[in-house]
């Protein structure tokens, strides 16, 4: 297990530098699917009837959002398994998380192209349990000008998720629009940074998700949503979703602990189904895991969160892959060089 938990480390240390920033290498002329190597378990799964202690992770924006209830439910003793919850700011803190030595992190919320890159860097190492979120990005605006992707050409755009889906979205979105992204200034900042600019007026123009969005919207009422980039996306007809959160879990752990990764996708799907039919409850939830800064934020937000469930390697495939081939063909490196093969998929 220790040389398995290296060379999960190595690889994710590599994928961790690349979070920081990414260039656009030359097109390949042909996806390459990456190899599968399944490592084999080497523990005992928990006893049937009994909680297994989880180490689960998820981001400080609408991945966060999605398990609130399952957090809560954890903490008074009515999920399935024992929680044991990290809510990080960003991706990479996650990704760190997954490869550290003592207790790393065993279920995840990361970007869906943060995923691919996994699963093609640790040979196999992680497998995607779900669909957590669809698109969520909006441009927004400080004034009145902008009311396509071509009118950013020449324009300052502060923007969050560098070496994540937002940058490589963002790119994609702008070049089939006819704009080099070398020809917007774009500011990569963190989310509270954006939304402190937008607030305050400072900055005209940005890209922020859901829930960021809305609350630089309640702050700042001559701010306005310019663009949705979903709807962007969707105007291209490239025959794929804009699909932009997963839930991955270790495949040792997924092996090791068969039951109490079900148990996780029963209390997962249970939590999102509670927040998307309850707003204004959930709102609660989400304000007090400090997920936004208030609960009027979130209730605004949560319609617009687009918070799924997906499961079962045939529908996640079926609502991915078309997403990972526009990837694959803007920038292989986005993914991590290849389209996963069918062993990225969890099937239970």
């Not at 396509?148 to 889906?165: H, I």
């Amino acid at each position: 297990m220790k040389k398995k938990l290296l060379a999960l480390t190595l690889a994710v240390s590599l994928l961790a530098g690349a979070l920081a920033g990414c260039t656009r290498p030359q097109a390949q002329t042909t996806p390459t699917p990456a190899p599968t190597q399944t490592p084999e378990a080497t523990a005992t799964p928990t006893p049937a009837g009994e909680k297994a202690d989880v180490r689960l992770a998820v981001l400080k924006e609408r991945s966060g959002v999605g398990a609130v209830k399952l957090i809560a439910d954890s903490e008074a003793g009515g999920a399935a398994n024992h929680y044991q919850v990290t809510i990080a700011a960003a991706n990479d803190e996650v990704v760190a998380g997954l490869s550290r030595p003592d207790d790393p992190i065993d279920i995840a919320a990361v970007a869906s192209n943060v995923a691919a890159n996994l699963y093609n860097k640790t040979d196999g190492g992680v497998q995607v349990l779900a669909v957590s979120g669809l698109g969520v990005l909006y441009i927004l605006e400080n004034g009145d000008s902008i009311g396509s992707m071509a009118d950013l050409k020449g324009r300052t755009l502060y923007a969050t998720g560098q070496g994540a889906n937002p940058e490589y979205v963002l790119n994609y979105l702008l070049t089939e629009n006819g704009v080099d992204p070398a020809e917007v200034d774009i500011q990569w900042k963190t989310a509270d940074e954006i939304t402190a600019l937008m607030a305050s007026g400072e900055a005209e123009v940005c890209m922020l998700p859901v829930p960021a969005a809305t609350g630089v919207l309640m702050k700042n009422e001559n701010v306005r949503e310019a663009l949705d980039l979903s709807a962007e996306w969707d105007a291209l007809q490239n025959g794929s979703r804009l699909t932009m959160t997963t839930i991955v879990a270790r495949t040792e752990f997924i092996q090791e602990n068969p039951q109490a990764v079900e148990a996780f996708l029963a209390d997962y799907e249970a939590s999102v189904d509670y927040i998307n039919g309850d707003p204004a409850a959930a709102s609660e939830l989400v304000a007090r895991y400090e997920i936004t800064p208030s609960a009027k934020i979130a209730e605004l937000a949560i319609p617009k969160c687009a918070l799924v469930c997906i499961t079962g390697a045939d529908q996640i495939k079926g609502v991915i892959q078309g997403y990972y081939e526009v990837l694959w063909q803007a920038n292989p490196q986005s993914i991590g060089g290849g389209i996963p093969d069918d062993g990225f998929y969890y099937g239970g």
